[in-house]
């Protein structure tokens, strides 16, 4: 079965850090640009970062650019997003998600994962 | 930066024809995408590449994108479609979302 777990979401204080983790099953994992979208409580979708397969380019939305780091491991079939510097409007369930070509829709999501950025 | 606007909210009655929009600068050279998502659920993807169903999602969803404008139309609503309804495309190497239609089937 193709899948994708996420975990890592935690409470955590402003200023914070916390790294998220997705594991991947059920395909070939180094073959996919994967991404991490977030959604706030009551909100909409926001894509928050990508990465190519091999992990050579990978894209920022402008509110996380310096604080959030995305990276992934195909030897173990995993994504990950460290996220640095958190703040109260980082709040939201994040899922990891994968792009069925470049360009094109997210085919695969996970179950996501809650991050509470919270004194 | 780019940016894809939806109306937030659409009411139909069932077995209506239900018609979301979602405009973008020159959407219509772009792909767009379409996803449902139910409360607490994962969004799914219903409409991609402008009007392609993934293997599972009824006939009765159909997209175009023309223009400035991508449309998701379902036909025959039924109450099981009544959901959250995100639009979505690329602009260079980055994503992005519409902003949401809670569509409400009564």
């Known amino acids: 079965e193709v899948q994708l777990v996420e975990s890592g979401g935690d409470l955590v204080q402003p200023g914070g850090s916390l790294r998220l983790s997705c594991a991947a099953s059920?395909?070939?994992?180094?073959?996919?640009?994967m991404s991490w979208v977030r959604q706030a409580p009551g909100k909409g979708l926001e894509w928050v970062a990508n990465i190519k397969q091999d992990g050579s380019e990978k894209y920022y939305v402008d509110s996380v650019k310096g604080r959030f780091t995305i990276s992934g491991d195909n030897a173990k079939n995993s994504l990950y997003l460290q996220m640095n510097s958190l703040r109260a409007d980082d709040t939201a369930v994040y899922y990891c998600?994968?792009?069925?070509?470049?360009?094109?829709?997210?085919?695969?999501w996970g179950q996501g994962t809650m991050v509470t950025v919270s004194s | 930066s780019y940016e894809l606007t939806q109306p937030p909210s659409l009411s139909v009655s069932p077995g209506q024809t239900a018609s979301i929009t979602c405009s973008g600068d020159?959407?219509?050279?772009?792909?767009a995408c379409w996803y449902q998502q139910k409360p607490g659920q994962s969004p799914v993807v219903v409409i991609y590449?402008?009007?392609k169903r993934p293997s599972g999602i009824p006939e009765r969803f159909s997209g175009s994108n023309s223009g400035n404008t991508a449309t998701l139309t379902i036909s025959g609503t039924q109450a099981m479609d009544e959901a959250d309804y995100y639009c979505q495309a690329w602009d260079s190497n980055t994503v992005v979302f519409g902003g949401g239609t809670k569509l409400t089937v009564l």
């Open positions: 020159k959407l219509g050279n772009k792909y």
């Open positions: 059920g395909f070939t994992f180094s073959s996919y640009w």
């Open positions: 998600a994968r792009n069925k070509n470049w360009g094109d829709a997210f085919d695969i």
């Open positions: 590449q402008d009007s």
